[in-house]
């Protein structure tokens, strides 16, 4: 069964940046998409971010940059220019292909709180 532990959470100021690590234990890592998501209280899942198994990026928010390292098992989340909007607990997920819709993960972490303070 996979695990995926995200870290890196905390409390930054409005204009702030924070990276956010998620670390995998599933064996071929490399062959999985990963994806961050959001959710703030009250809220509904946000997509993030998301890279394929080779690579490739999105994000509809330019603040938010996805990366990998597949020899680690670990994907990152680096965001800027961090608002109190972007308050919530973020998580990261593994599935079988590159996606906006969180129905296409199969895995996720217990998720990291980020607090953006005014």
């Known amino acids: 069964q996979v695990q995926l532990v995200e870290s890196g959470g905390g409390l930054v100021q409005s204009g702030g940046s924070l990276r956010l690590s998620c670390a995998a234990s599933a064996r071929a890592f490399s062959n999985y998409a990963m994806a961050w998501f959001r959710q703030a209280p009250g809220k509904e899942r946000e997509f993030l971010a998301a890279?394929?198994?080779?690579g490739g990026t999105y994000s509809p928010d330019s603040r938010f940059t996805v990366s990998r390292d597949n020899a680690k098992n670990t994907v990152t989340l680096q965001m800027n220019s961090l608002k109190p909007d972007d308050t919530a607990v973020y998580y990261c997920?593994?599935?079988?292909?590159?996606?906006?819709?969180?129905?296409?993960?199969?895995?996720w972490g217990q998720g990291t709180q980020v607090t953006v303070s005014s």
């Open positions: 997920a593994l599935g079988p292909v590159m996606s906006t819709g969180e129905r296409q993960y199969t895995s």
């Open positions: 890279i394929s198994p080779s």
